[in-house]
């Protein structure tokens, strides 16, 4: 067996929507993906929220922090397959852009640490993310990889991104 496919997620504050993906495709992937994720700005904690989320899905979340993208630039960082920009356009986000010749597309989603309303309200916003990255990465997981040039694959990996999340 090959070794597993590097991800890598990027976003802005690596606190929440990357940190969610590197779990879902760690679990989703079973063992034929490795999940890492990065911020173009890290806000230095991974946000409160998305450890208790992760918690109670029963999501292991002890390696989890927010990091900066320069840690996958260096010599001696994991080799990337596929890199995915999670930050959201439409919020005038700034999507970190990396180098290289990994796979990449964009997934854009709303920031849940900006969600505001009461504690319930701001959960629900985690919660939502989980529920479209997990239908995106499963989709992403199952495709036959090895059968598609790298055009298709690429096709697909844009369609992904614009998926709408159905339950």
């Known amino acids: 067996m090959q070794r597993p496919y590097n991800v890598l997620f990027l976003c802005t504050g690596n606190s929440a929507r990357s940190i969610i993906a590197e779990a879902i495709v760690n679990r989703e992937g079973a063992g034929r993906f490795r999940g890492f994720s990065a911020g173009s700005r890290p806000r230095g904690e991974v946000h409160p ?3 208790q989320l992760l918690q ?18 260096g010599p001696d ?3 990337m397959d596929f890199v995915f920009t999670v930050c959201d356009q439409a919020a005038a986000e700034e999507c970190p852009y990396w180098p290289g010749q990994p796979m990449s597309a964009h997934w854009g989603l709303p920031d849940p640490a900006a969600a505001t ?5 701001r959960h629900l916003a985690f919660s939502e993310t989980y529920r479209m990255l997990r239908n995106r990465i499963s989709i992403f997981v199952n495709l036959p990889l090895g059968s598609l040039d790298r055009l ?3 096709k697909q990996l844009d369609d992904i991104g614009r998926t709408k999340s159905e339950a």
């Open 117 to 121: 309303g009461n504690d319930a309200e």
């Open 49 to 51: 929220f998305t450890l």
């Open 152 to 154: 298709s694959l690429q």
């Open 77 to 79: 960082a994991p080799q």
């Open 56 to 73: 109670r899905l029963n999501h292991d979340t002890s390696g989890f922090r927010s990091k900066s993208w320069d840690e996958f630039a």
